[in-house]
C-alpha cells in the first residue's frame, strides 16, 4: 500500500463484531479471561489497548517499521527511549532541540549520571569528534526545532552503526509523510504525536517506530512498568487526525512555501529559516533526504524585543500559541515559550534570540494567511 492508503487503513480493518468501519473506541480497563492464562491477547490497558495498537500500528506503517509503541506524551515517548541507557552512559545530541528535549537532558537525565554533549551543525565529522567511549546514542533533531537546521540521518548512521550506537531521531517537524529516518538508517524514530500527526490540536501524544527488536522489547517493557501510556479516546482522536496527515501535509507545505518567499522578501525580515528555499544552507540536503519541506518556517525579526511583543499583538489568524503542526496558523515566541527552559546564555548562543518567531503555518487560504503577516509587520507605520 502507497503512505495515503496506509495512513487510512493500516491496522484498522472493519470491526469484526459489528462491522464498523472506524476502530471503536475501547473504553475498558480490564478484559474478562476464560481461564487463568487464556485472554484474547489483552489483559489490562494499561499493557495494552486495541485502540492503541491500532495507532501503534498505523504509526509503524507510515515510518516503514516493524514496532510502534504510543504515549501518552512525546516526553514520555523520549522518556521511554532514554529507558535503554544506564548510569554513566552518554548521549551526543544535535545542539538545536526542542527545550522540552533539553530540559530532561540536563535536569533529570543528569541526575541519574547520564551526560550529553551538544553538537553544531550537521557534519558528521563533528560528531564523531563528540563520541565518547561511554556514548551509547546519538540523539537528532531533523529539521530542527526551531531553526529548521538539517542533518545527514544517513551519514550519522553509518558513523554511529560503525561504533555500536543508537541513532534517534526526531521526526515531529517533517512527519512520516515528508521524511522517513528509519529508511536511512535511524535506530529508532520518534514523534510528538500532539504535532502533525494528530493535527487537530486536541490531543496530548507521542510516539516511537523502530525495526531494533531488542530496543522494542525493552521499551515496551517501560512502557507497561511505567504506565505513560494514552488513554483510548486520544489513540482514536489520533488515529482520526492520521487519515488526512497527507492531504494536510501538502496544503501545509505549500502555504509555508509561500510565507518563506513573502518573508524573504520583507524589509523588516533580518533572516529565514526554512528548508525549502534554495538560500538555506541544508537545501540540497533536504531535497535528497525529504520528500518536502514540511510546514514550519522560523524568522529573525529586525527590530526589538519590545517591537515583537507590539508585532504579535496584531496577528488575527495566526495565534500566539506553543504547540505546532495543526490545521490552524500559529506564531510562537521560542525565547519564552518553547525554549525557555534553556539558559539565555546557552540559547542565545545557539541563534534563539528575543526577535525569532517561529510560524506553524496552517491550511488556511494562503492570501487570508500571507495578509494577516503583512498587517502584523506594518505596526510601525499603524
Known sequence: MKFSTKAIHAGQEPDPTTGAVMTPIYQTSTYAQAGL??????????????????????IAALEEGSYGLAFASGMAAETAILSLLNAGDHIVSCDDTYGGTYRIFERIMRRYNVETSYVAGGNAADYEKAIRPNTKIIWL????????????????????HSRNLLVVVDNTFASPYFQQPLKLGADIVVHSTTKYINGHSDVIGGALVTNNEE?????????????????????????????????????????????????????LVEKI???????????????????????????????????????????RVFALAESLGGVESLVCHPASMTHGSIPRDIREARGLTDTLLRLSV?????????????????????
Open 362 to 382: 496552517g491550511i488556511e487560504d494562503i492570501e487570508d494567511i500571507i495578509g494577516d503577516l503583512e498587517y502584523a509587520l506594518a505596526f510601525k507605520r499603524a
Open 37 to 58: 492464562g487464556e485472554h484474547k491477547g489483552f489483559e489490562y490497558s494499561r499493557t495494552g489497548n486495541p485502540t492503541r495498537t491500532a495507532l501503534e500500528t498505523c
Open 141 to 160: 533533531e531533523t529539521p530542527t526545532n526551531p531553526l529548521l537546521n538539517l542533518v545527514d540521518i544517513q551519514a550519522i548512521a553509518v558513523l554511529a
Open 273 to 315: 529559516y526554512y528548508p525549502g528555499l534554495p538560500s538555506h544552507p541544508d537545501y540540497e540536503l533536504a531535497k535528497r533526504q525529504m520528500s518536502g519541506f514540511g510546514g514550519m518556517v522560523s524568522f529573525q525579526f529586525k527590530g526589538s524585543y519590545q517591537d515583537v511583543t507590539q508585532m504579535v499583538r496584531r496577528f
Open 215 to 267: 530496543a522494542y522489547q525493552s521499551i515496551k517493557f517501560y512502557q507497561n512498568a511505567a504506565g505513560g501510556v494514552p488513554a483510548p479516546f486520544d489513540a482514536w482522536l489520533t488515529l482520526r487526525g492520521l487519515k488526512t496527515l497527507a492531504v494536510r501535509m501538502r496544503q501545509h507545505e505549500a502555504n509555508a512555501l509561500a510565507v518563506a518567499h513573502f518573508l524573504h522578501e520583507h524589509p
